[in-house]
């Protein structure tokens, strides 16, 4: 997941569908990405678009600086994301200066992929990347990158992952044993019990949190072993079914039955991360990418233990960031030597130690742990940082289940789940019409191919 929290609108999906049959027949047609110049002495020229964090673009812009200096023959220039992500890039991509090589997550990736503008990467895996380097990345998020049939439109940037934050201070005034990778929801729910604190009737410490956000809830339904998407058919929303039902019906109860999970409203702020930091909640669940930002603020003993497991299994978030290459670049060859050293052990240090992204890479992850304790080494004692990465080497993390047209479902999805968790106005039924309004959805996609009529295309 991206740190931003980039979330797609309707109105920049919508944009996409609209583009998705022309883009289909341009596939249908063959039609391949440009040539290099192989009679031109100047070097290459690539555009490679990447997040406007504080951070990330000067961390980006010098590790460039070693690619360009091994590369002679290939100019990388960086450009941020634009503010206004979605609806820029379904511009770009239609008017074909889209940036050569990019990254993507979440709805709007693989919606991008299935309107043909990310190039198919399989060949160039296949030939050119090591099986040791694709085995190293976490089957759960490789296999996300991937549309349903078959195409391969990205390669891991890096690996997010959700576990739970503890207050040490908060458990040992409480008197609870601290989270550990054993914990199952009953664990989870009766140390909530014990470490909310009440004024009378108003509740002054939460014993939990999470956000009201498709991937989060998913995990939890995911572990009473149930689904939204149907795996057999991808068309068909299982919401409704008694185990996913049941799930949410165990986060609604929480925090409107018992009190002992917090809403947003509750501790006035837009970030599970801040209401941990504000010690409004003992507990929280929330990723790796959440690390620095809780070690830099937190102004007590900070704990981290493995996801709590569900009634069926135990189940983690591997996030879909990735990296791909716009299906019209003029120069797939350089941009394939690009991505190669943005998926590379070297970035991915990189962008670990800027910002303590969990690497894609699992090999990576005990000198990614070493260096979070070497760089915060009194806050770090006894904290179970391996805890992130437990999913990913283990082989239980689970990416966000998407429907083939995604267009409008996430709202749908989140304005529901806001009366039920945030607000309190409905109960866990509502999700039947929610249903409804997503299988509707799917009905009614028109991304079909054209005609196939090629002919030459103006790239500009």
Known sequence: MNPQEIRISR??????????????????????????????????????QDWRTDWFPGMAQEMLKKFNEAHPNIKVFYTADPENLEEQMASDMLSGTAPDVLAGCCEFFPAWANAGYLMDLRTLVETDLDQG????????????????????FGLPKYHGALALFYNKDLFDKAGVDYPSGDWDHDDYLEAMHQLTVRDGNQTTQWGSMFDVAWERIQMHVNGWGGHFVNPENPRECVMTEPKAVEAMEWLRARIWDDHVMATFLDVQTNSTSQAFIDQKVA?????????KNILDSAAFRVGVAPFPAGPERRVTLATTDGFGIYSQTKHPEAAWQLLKFLVSQEYGRAMARAHFLQPARSSLVPEWADQVRQEYPEKTKDLDIEAFADGQIKGYSASAEIFPNMVGVGKIAKDAWDQVYTFGKASVSIIEDVCRQIEAAQDSSTSLPASCECQDQDRG
Not at 16 to 40: D, Q, R, V
Not at 133 to 152: I, P
């Open 133 to 152: 380097t694709v085995e190293d990345w976490s089957k759960a998020q490789y296999e996300a990158l991937f549309t349903r049939d078959g195409r391969q």
């Open 283 to 291: 507990m929280v669940e929330d990723g790796s990418w959440s690390l």
């Open 11 to 48: 109105r920049g999906f919508l944009k996409l569908a609209s583009l998705a049959a022309a883009s289909a027949s341009m596939a249908a047609c063959g039609i391949l990405p440009g040539s290099e110049n192989a009679g031109s002495s100047s070097p290459v020229q690539l555009v490679y």
